[in-house]
């Protein structure tokens, strides 16, 4: 603490710190590598949040949830209430906003491992928040009763009844209650305005609560000294400044691309019309559109989707290794780039096909194909950037000399061969779910086990030749020795 | 930090320590009152309220009458909820379960069975908007979310697609004026109310019914 | 320190300008919509702006000239298009 100073506004701030003790080290400081955006995503989430409360309040005052007026009160917004078109753009871009940040949060903390001790709980918690926002999303979607809006809906809602009886009936009757449409807005109504705001309020404080006691997890290799800066005010500032250029984007995305209403919910218009979900749940959709996964197949298809979900909730202890580095992590980043990139094709798949069924050998191809071609490159950077000696120029020339036609010939061969083996797997194993285990099925499942296996093998020779004859084979290993051998 | 910095400099430093104070907290009282402007929102009149209820059984509803229908031309109705829509339509051959002189007046429930979107009549050689590829072969209902058919001279039994089940039938009754009455519903119960069941009353609850 | 001093007085004084602006606009005129949102832009931005100078000088460090430039070359965009368009 400095000398007294006696300026009026330096006695005003003081009359209000000793108050509100704003400058009370309540929260622990923050060392300095972490003022930087990538460490404030989580927070960026809660500014969106605010954003959507303050917005939602205000529409909150106009919307009514009855399906005969919720589509003329959000009408009312848009036309006769002051900034009320403007309102609904902010609250629906701020709502993406929200989902992708959290996405983005979670993805960054996955590549640094934060899940790994002592913050697993605090990443089980994330999970959790990242549910109850897809959740804002989905309920949210509903209430401007429009056809875009009341088809999707109820196409996610009839997913409900694919689950098993005892889940799909409790799911059913918090999400719709006893049925009808009346009954079904209001539920919505009170799920996206009280209780999973009320929910991710109690989830938040948990994770800050958490945050507080572990601190701000430190990039491997950072000094144990790094400068601590205090929250109030320095920290405050720049999270501030955050928000506002955060906010000042919101403005401009919702002033370049106004939102237009889409027609009024009706049985003749919902008949010619094809429902999609909104983009973040457009992968899950397409996941269900496998031929395979059609009719008695849906349940299967939740199967996998849940299962993804759990493996994600269940990542600190999947991830048991000691290390943080990205450097020492190959298996985990090229998995967390797969599931992005999946994620993404799949996505931008179903916006182009909106409504048609997707037959699994081209699910196939195109799943498994992004998978191999992702890993391989990420791998394949792996490799180079940490294992063998500096390329030097005659390096260089010898992998240009190399095969390179008869490398990518065989790559491309291992990548079709790999995606059909995976197609065939996949579906031999639904077929067995389905309708049994007889001769057949049984063995195409076992033939396409052994392309599968043959076609990893495959790709790991592949790359054992190559690192072979480039000279950055760090460590001989017999049994591929034998096989290249003949061929180097 | 900032206290070595005054201790070097002391002439310095304070007076800018002093007006960055003094610009952050204007520039903050700015940025609240600016955010506040949107406070304007809230001076219109709210628009009224209203709600539908309850349940009970089966209404007899008139949904048309015979001289008013053309073949071909679908007609939309809500029975026995007003959040359950049906497709009446006179096909101009005989159907199964079909009534009027031609016995060729059918209504089936227009949520699909599947997942409950609202799908659409198709005459013979018809195609629906969203898939210009499939051609009507006989009168049948085609759902644009995942392409179930069903065959409206039969029941609306499924001729392709995910679709589960055949469609839920409206019973009609006609009296000597022609006017056509909706009296009750055959199995399954529709989409969304105990989906899949075979006891129809569940086809009561939840929504307004019709008058 | 009197370029920073500037500065910062400039983007103030943008900021007085903006707020003065978003309480006057007429609220029931439809193109006041996108007025409000890129003056709430320029408040916002400006204040982001006087955070950034307050925390690096307060820390002693220089203000990033980029920073600056991108964030003023905003501002001006965002005011042309606010005051220039009807």
């Not at chain 1, 404030?40 to 009514?64: D, K, R």
Request: proline fraction near 6%.
């Amino acid at each position: 603490m400095t000398a007294e100073n006696r300026s009026t506004l330096s006695r005003l701030l003081k009359w209000f710190d000793t108050r509100l003790g704003l400058s009370y080290p309540l929260l622990r400081p923050v060392p300095a590598y972490a003022i930087s955006p990538f460490y404030w995503l989580g927070a960026l989430t809660v500014v969106a949040f605010i954003i959507q409360g303050v917005s939602g309040v205000i529409m909150l005052l106009y919307y009514v949830p009855s399906p005969g007026a919720a589509f003329t009160s959000t009408q009312y917004i848009f036309d006769r209430v002051y900034y009320g078109r403007f309102l609904e753009t902010v609250h629906l871009y701020t709502a993406y906003a929200m989902i992708m940040l959290a996405f983005m949060h979670m993805m960054r903390g996955y590549f640094v491992s934060v899940h790994k001790k002592p913050r697993e709980l605090m990443w089980i918690v994330g999970m959790f928040m990242g549910f109850v926002t897809l959740g804002f999303g989905f309920t949210g979607y509903l209430l401007p009763w429009t056809v875009v809006s009341k088809s999707a809906t109820d196409v996610g809602i009839g997913m409900i009844d694919a689950l098993p009886p005892q889940i799909s009936s409790l799911i059913s009757f918090l999400v719709v209650g006893a049925g009808g449409d009346a009954t079904e807005l209001l539920r919505f109504y009170d799920l996206h305005v009280i209780v999973l705001p009320a929910v991710l309020l109690v989830l938040l404080t948990a994770k800050m609560y958490m945050l507080e006691t572990h601190g701000i997890s430190e990039p491997p290799g950072s000094k144990k000294d790094a400068g601590q800066i205090p929250i109030f005010p320095d920290v405050t500032i720049y999270l501030l400044e955050l928000a506002a250029m955060f906010g000042a984007a919101m403005l401009l995305v919702s002033v370049i691309f106004p939102l237009n209403l889409p027609p009024h919910y009706t049985p003749e218009l919902a008949s010619q019309w094809i429902p999609q979900p909104d983009w973040y749940f457009l992968w899950i959709y397409q996941i269900l559109k496998i031929s395979v996964f059609e009719g008695l197949g849906l349940p299967i298809a939740l199967g996998i989707v849940t299962f993804v979900f759990i493996l994600i909730f269940l990542l600190p202890f999947i991830d048991r290794g000691s290390s943080r580095s990205i450097a020492q992590r190959p298996i985990f980043v090229t998995l967390g780039l797969i599931f992005i990139g999946e994620i993404i094709v799949l996505a931008y798949w179903g916006l182009k096909t909106p409504g048609q069924t997707i037959p699994l050998e081209e699910a196939s191809l195109v799943l498994g194909g992004t998978a191999i071609l992702i890993g391989s490159i990420v791998l394949g950077a792996f490799r180079f950037f940490t294992g063998g000696p500096k390329r030097t120029s005659s390096a260089k020339t010898t992998t240009h000399s190399l095969n390179t036609f008869g490398a990518t010939a065989a790559f491309v061969i291992i990548v079709s061969f790999g995606a059909l083996a995976i197609g065939t797997s996949l579906s031999s194993i639904v077929q067995i779910i389905l309708n049994g285990a007889d001769l057949i099925s049984v063995t195409r499942l076992i033939m396409a086990m052994i392309g599968l296996a043959c076609t990893i093998m495959a790709s790991l020779t592949l790359l054992y030749m190559l690192d072979r004859r480039t000279g950055r084979l760090r460590t001989k290993i017999a049994f591929f020795e034998r096989i290249v051998r003949p061929w180097t | 930090m900032e206290s070595e910095r005054e201790a070097r400099n002391p002439k310095r430093e304070k007076p800018r320590r002093n007006f960055l104070k003094i610009a952050i907290s204007f520039s903050t009282l700015l940025l609240v009152g600016g955010i506040a402007a949107i406070a304007k929102s809230i001076t219109n009149p709210a628009p009224s309220q209203n709600q539908g209820t309850g349940p009970q059984a089966f209404p007899r509803v008139k949904v048309t009458q015979l001289s008013d229908l053309q073949v071909n031309q679908p007609v939309l109705f809500n029975y026995p909820l007003d959040n359950e829509p049906n497709i009446l339509v006179k096909l101009g051959q005989k159907a199964e379960g079909g009534i009027g002189p031609e016995g060729d007046i059918i209504a089936f429930s227009a949520l699909c069975q599947h997942l409950g979107c609202v799908y659409a009549f198709q005459a013979t050689g018809t195609s629906p908007k969203c898939d210009s590829s499939y051609q009507a072969a006989s009168p049948v209902g085609y759902c644009c979310c995942h392409g179930s058919v069903f065959d409206f001279l039969r029941h609306a039994q499924l001729v392709s697609g995910p679709s589960p089940r055949a469609q839920p039938q409206v019973i009609f009754e006609i009296d000597d004026s022609g006017n056509i009455y909706a009296v009750g519903m055959t199995p399954p119960a529709i989409f969304g109310h105990n989906t899949g069941s075979s006891d129809v009353s569940s086809d009561l609850q939840g929504g307004t019914p019709v008058t | 320190m009197d370029l920073n001093k500037l500065l910062v007085s400039l983007l103030i004084c943008l900021q007085c300008v903006s707020m003065i602006f978003l309480w006057t606009l007429d609220a029931t005129n439809v193109v006041s919509e996108v007025k409000f949102a890129v003056f709430l832009a320029v408040d916002l931005l400006s204040f982001a702006m006087v955070a950034y100078g307050y925390r690096k000088l307060r820390g002693g460090q220089l203000l990033s000239h980029i920073w600056i430039l991108l964030g003023s070359l905003g501002l001006v965009v965002l005011l042309f298009s606010g005051l220039l368009f009807p």
